[in-house]
């Protein structure tokens, strides 16, 4: 009777911690998607997919999700800034055509303080 009760017991921990691993790599193969939503990625879908693909292939692609999930940044992007010498920018381009708007919000401010007065 009493060898009976441990052999439930132990087919019993046996299925507890079988589901607990499944889910566990289920949640591990999740990670890179998890990070491409919080960052707003803008493949995101693709990540998701593509951790599905790597749940089957025994996660072989898994590493390159995850660099693929952190490469892209909210507010600063893919962080690889595009050729500016072509197009006559760089930092110097930027902080003429940053003086360049404030004499035109200054000059518009002129404008807008003169109707005020006529009117």
Not at 8 to 37: C, G, N, Q, R, W
Not at 65 to 86: E, M
């Amino acid at each position: 009777m009493e060898g009976r009760i441990l052999d439930y017991l132990a087919l019993t921990m046996l299925i507890v911690v079988s589901i607990t691993f499944v889910y566990a790599i289920i949640y591990i193969h999740d990670i890179p998607y998890e990070m491409a939503k919080k960052r707003h990625h803008p493949h995101q879908d693709a990540i998701h997919t593509a951790g599905w693909v790597s749940l089957f292939l025994l996660h072989t692609i898994w590493p390159f999700l995850w660099i693929w999930a952190t490469l892209y940044k909210p507010g600063v992007g893919w962080g690889i800034a595009p050729d500016q010498t072509a197009a006559g920018g760089g930092p110097s381009g930027q902080a003429g055509e940053i003086k360049a708007l404030e004499e035109r919000v200054r000059a518009l401010e002129i404008k807008m303080k003169e109707q005020r007065v006529e009117g």
